[in-house]
């Protein structure tokens, strides 16, 4: 089945490490998205790409950082974690023209 | 004020009825509008999505619009304890290239 998948789906790093959170894809869409989610809160998007162009929101912290190699995967890196950078982050994909978005399972980070 | 509103919840509601959800958004020009389901824990899943005024009907699910209103909901027909989730609106279009999320409605069918 065509679907989208994250790992690893839960993360531990302790504060200040780097980690790296990974997304891919079997939809062939070319265009992927991060989010943040916190408990109760609406996913706030992090970055997205149009293909290889990548699209930062205004008020993404430079403390995160992406990669897209290729069409099927894509990296989130977050380079000195805080523990307010403990959250889901969710990666979704979508046909560039389309506007229905479909997430990935989640990768779940716990900063310690 | 902001941009996609949603009614936090929780809404309880007893098995076999009908839950009402709804959400109303800023943005007049916003073109495409879409109903997630999160359970507690996951990701978001795709339910519903609707595009001009009406009604869209899948299953126990109807989707409703109101451009004019800008106002959009969700029923949920004979609702199940599996139903018990939050539920966001997302719109996309107008100013916003992106999908704006509201916070979610929380329900729980009760059995």
């Known amino acids: 089945d065509a679907m989208v998948i994250q790992n690893p789906r839960y993360q531990v790093t302790q504060f200040g490490k780097p980690v790296t959170l990974s997304c891919s894809q079997t939809l062939n869409h070319n265009v992927m998205y991060w989010y943040q989610q916190k408990s109760s809160q609406a996913p706030k998007l992090l970055f997205h790409y149009y293909d290889k162009d990548f699209n930062n929101e205004a008020d993404t912290p430079d403390n995160f950082q992406s990669r897209r190699p290729n069409t099927s995967f894509c990296f989130l890196d977050i380079r000195s974690p805080g523990l307010g950078d403990a959250a889901m982050y969710l990666c979704?994909?979508?046909?560039?023209?389309?506007?229905?978005?479909?997430f990935g399972p989640g990768t779940r980070l716990t900063v310690l | 004020q902001k941009e996609v509103e949603q009614n936090s919840g929780p809404l309880s509601v007893p098995e076999g009825a009908i839950a009402s959800l709804n959400c109303t958004y800023s943005d007049r020009g916003s073109q495409s509008f879409f109903w997630y389901r999160q359970y507690s824990g996951k990701s978001p899943e795709l339910i519903m999505s609707?595009?001009?005024?009406g009604d869209k009907e899948d299953g126990r699910f109807t989707a409703q619009l109101n451009k004019a209103s800008q106002y959009v909901s969700l029923l949920i027909r004979d609702s199940q304890p599996s139903d018990s989730a939050t539920y966001l609106c997302a719109v996309n279009g107008g100013s916003a290239r992106q999908l704006t999320f509201g916070s979610g409605t929380q329900l729980t069918v009760l059995p």
């Open positions: 979704a994909t979508s046909r560039q023209g389309k506007n229905e978005q479909f």
């Open positions: 609707i595009y001009s005024n």
